[in-house]
Protein backbone atom coordinates (compact mmCIF):
# COMPACT_ATOMS: atom_id res chain seq x y z
CA UNK A 1 0.00 0.00 0.00
CA UNK A 2 1.53 3.25 -1.13
CA UNK A 3 1.64 6.03 1.42
CA UNK A 4 2.03 9.84 0.91
CA UNK A 5 2.55 12.05 3.65
CA UNK A 6 3.12 15.75 2.94
CA UNK A 7 5.15 18.39 5.19
CA UNK A 8 6.22 22.28 5.18
CA UNK A 9 3.37 23.74 5.65
CA UNK A 10 2.88 26.70 7.97
CA UNK A 11 1.99 30.31 8.56
CA UNK A 12 3.43 32.88 6.11
CA UNK A 13 3.05 36.94 5.16
CA UNK A 14 1.50 37.30 1.81
CA UNK A 15 4.39 38.03 -0.69
CA UNK A 16 6.44 34.74 1.08
CA UNK A 17 7.18 31.53 -0.19
CA UNK A 18 6.64 27.76 1.13
CA UNK A 19 8.22 24.72 0.10
CA UNK A 20 5.93 22.07 0.35
CA UNK A 21 7.30 17.91 0.49
CA UNK A 22 5.43 14.72 0.02
CA UNK A 23 7.42 11.35 0.48
CA UNK A 24 5.94 8.35 -0.72
CA UNK A 25 6.63 4.87 0.33
CA UNK A 26 5.48 1.22 -0.20
CA UNK A 27 5.12 1.62 -3.98
CA UNK A 28 7.04 2.48 -7.36
CA UNK A 29 7.30 6.24 -6.67
CA UNK A 30 9.29 6.32 -9.94
CA UNK A 31 6.28 4.94 -11.89
CA UNK A 32 3.79 7.19 -10.81
CA UNK A 33 2.69 10.77 -12.22
CA UNK A 34 2.06 13.17 -8.79
CA UNK A 35 0.13 15.80 -8.37
CA UNK A 36 -0.98 18.64 -5.51
CA UNK A 37 -4.66 19.84 -4.83
CA UNK A 38 -5.83 22.03 -2.24
CA UNK A 39 -9.00 22.78 -0.69
CA UNK A 40 -9.60 26.15 1.10
CA UNK A 41 -12.39 26.36 3.87
CA UNK A 42 -15.87 25.96 1.87
CA UNK A 43 -14.59 24.88 -1.01
CA UNK A 44 -14.26 22.17 -3.40
CA UNK A 45 -10.53 20.23 -3.53
CA UNK A 46 -8.65 21.70 -6.85
CA UNK A 47 -5.92 20.98 -8.95
CA UNK A 48 -2.75 22.73 -8.41
CA UNK A 49 -0.03 20.97 -10.28
CA UNK A 50 1.01 17.47 -11.61
CA UNK A 51 4.91 16.31 -12.67
CA UNK A 52 5.20 13.63 -15.07
CA UNK A 53 6.93 10.34 -13.51
CA UNK A 54 10.10 11.53 -15.15
CA UNK A 55 9.82 14.88 -13.64
CA UNK A 56 10.27 15.54 -17.44
CA UNK A 57 7.04 17.45 -18.34
CA UNK A 58 4.89 19.77 -15.80
CA UNK A 59 1.00 21.24 -15.87
CA UNK A 60 -0.35 23.78 -13.77
CA UNK A 61 -3.86 25.24 -12.94
CA UNK A 62 -3.95 29.00 -13.99
CA UNK A 63 -4.05 30.74 -10.78
CA UNK A 64 -0.82 29.80 -9.83
CA UNK A 65 1.13 29.50 -13.21
CA UNK A 66 4.59 31.35 -12.61
CA UNK A 67 4.31 31.32 -8.99
CA UNK A 68 4.38 27.56 -8.10
CA UNK A 69 6.88 25.18 -9.13
CA UNK A 70 6.06 21.04 -8.78
CA UNK A 71 9.37 19.38 -8.66
CA UNK A 72 10.48 15.25 -8.17
CA UNK A 73 13.67 13.55 -7.08
CA UNK A 74 12.75 10.29 -7.36
CA UNK A 75 15.82 8.60 -5.91
CA UNK A 76 14.37 9.97 -2.53
CA UNK A 77 10.86 9.18 -3.45
CA UNK A 78 9.74 12.71 -3.08
CA UNK A 79 7.80 15.10 -4.70
CA UNK A 80 7.92 19.08 -4.20
CA UNK A 81 5.97 22.36 -4.78
CA UNK A 82 7.64 26.11 -4.03
CA UNK A 83 5.08 28.19 -3.34
CA UNK A 84 6.41 31.41 -4.07
CA UNK A 85 4.44 35.02 -4.11
CA UNK A 86 2.34 34.15 -2.07
CA UNK A 87 -1.65 35.52 -1.42
CA UNK A 88 -4.14 35.24 0.77
CA UNK A 89 -6.36 33.03 -1.48
CA UNK A 90 -3.64 30.35 -1.79
CA UNK A 91 -5.11 29.94 2.15
CA UNK A 92 -5.92 26.04 1.69
CA UNK A 93 -5.14 22.42 2.76
CA UNK A 94 -2.74 20.72 0.56
CA UNK A 95 -2.94 17.46 -0.67
CA UNK A 96 -0.14 15.40 -2.72
CA UNK A 97 -1.56 12.65 -5.05
CA UNK A 98 -0.29 9.88 -6.91
CA UNK A 99 -1.50 7.90 -9.94
CA UNK A 100 0.14 4.76 -10.39
CA UNK A 101 -0.71 4.15 -13.93
CA UNK A 102 0.00 7.00 -16.03
CA UNK A 103 -1.01 7.67 -19.36
CA UNK A 104 0.72 9.42 -22.02
CA UNK A 105 0.88 12.92 -21.07
CA UNK A 106 -1.83 14.97 -21.01
CA UNK A 107 -1.20 17.79 -18.84
CA UNK A 108 -5.48 18.94 -18.75
CA UNK A 109 -5.84 14.92 -17.82
CA UNK A 110 -4.35 15.38 -14.50
CA UNK A 111 -6.18 18.14 -13.20
CA UNK A 112 -9.34 15.30 -12.55
CA UNK A 113 -9.06 14.01 -8.79
CA UNK A 114 -10.68 10.82 -10.06
CA UNK A 115 -7.55 9.95 -11.94
CA UNK A 116 -5.43 9.66 -8.85
CA UNK A 117 -5.16 6.68 -6.41
CA UNK A 118 -3.67 7.50 -3.36
CA UNK A 119 -3.73 10.51 -1.45
CA UNK A 120 -2.13 12.28 1.40
CA UNK A 121 -3.60 13.36 4.58
CA UNK A 122 -2.76 16.90 3.91
CA UNK A 123 -0.92 19.87 5.06
CA UNK A 124 -2.39 23.27 5.97
CA UNK A 125 -1.01 26.25 4.13
CA UNK A 126 -2.14 30.00 5.74
CA UNK A 127 -1.20 33.24 4.22
CA UNK A 128 -2.31 36.05 6.33
CA UNK A 129 -2.54 39.65 4.14
Known amino acids: QVQLVESGGGLVQAGGSLRLACAASGGIFSSYAMGWFRQAPGKEREFVAV????????YYADSVKGRFTISRDNAKNTVYLQMNSLKPEDTAVYYC??????????????????????WGQGTQVTVSS
Open 51 to 58: VRRSGSST
Open 97 to 118: AADRNPIDWNGSYYARQEVYDY
